[in-house]
């Protein structure tokens, strides 16, 4: 079973900058779209960015131009750079799979908090 271990979140003011982390257990991250998803309190978690293996990138358009997803393959890596923070980025952020449900295996999560 895939395991995920998310870091790097912590408290920011609005236009901050952090860059999340995720490393991955396994053999099958090389092979899978990639994604990082936040979830805030009474609310379900959603995919805001993700990327193929090929290094293809999408975006959820609040983040388009703030955020860039990257990978490296060789470490079983994710990452998310966040710039231009703003409060509504405030939430629990979460790496899986492109493909995972609310069922899914996932990590504990890294919390970010933008706030003046």
């Known amino acids: 079973q895939v395991q995920f271990v998310e870091s790097g979140g912590g408290s920011v003011q609005p236009g901050g900058s952090l860059r999340l982390s995720c490393l991955a257990s396994?053999?099958?991250?090389?092979?899978?779209?990639m994604a990082w998803y936040r979830q805030v309190p009474g609310k379900q978690r959603y995919l805001v960015a993700s990327?193929?293996?090929?290094?293809?990138?999408n975006y959820v358009n609040s983040v388009q131009g703030r955020f860039t997803i990257s990978r490296d393959n060789a470490k079983n890596a994710l990452y998310l750079q966040m710039n231009n923070l703003k409060p509504e980025d405030t939430a629990v952020y979460y790496c899986?799979?492109?493909?995972?449900?609310?069922?899914?295996?996932w990590g504990q999560g890294t919390q970010v908090t933008v706030s003046s």
């Open positions: 990327i193929t293996t090929a290094g293809s990138t």
């Open positions: 396994g053999n099958a991250f090389r092979f899978n779209t």
């Open positions: 899986n799979s492109a493909s995972a449900t609310q069922g899914s295996f």
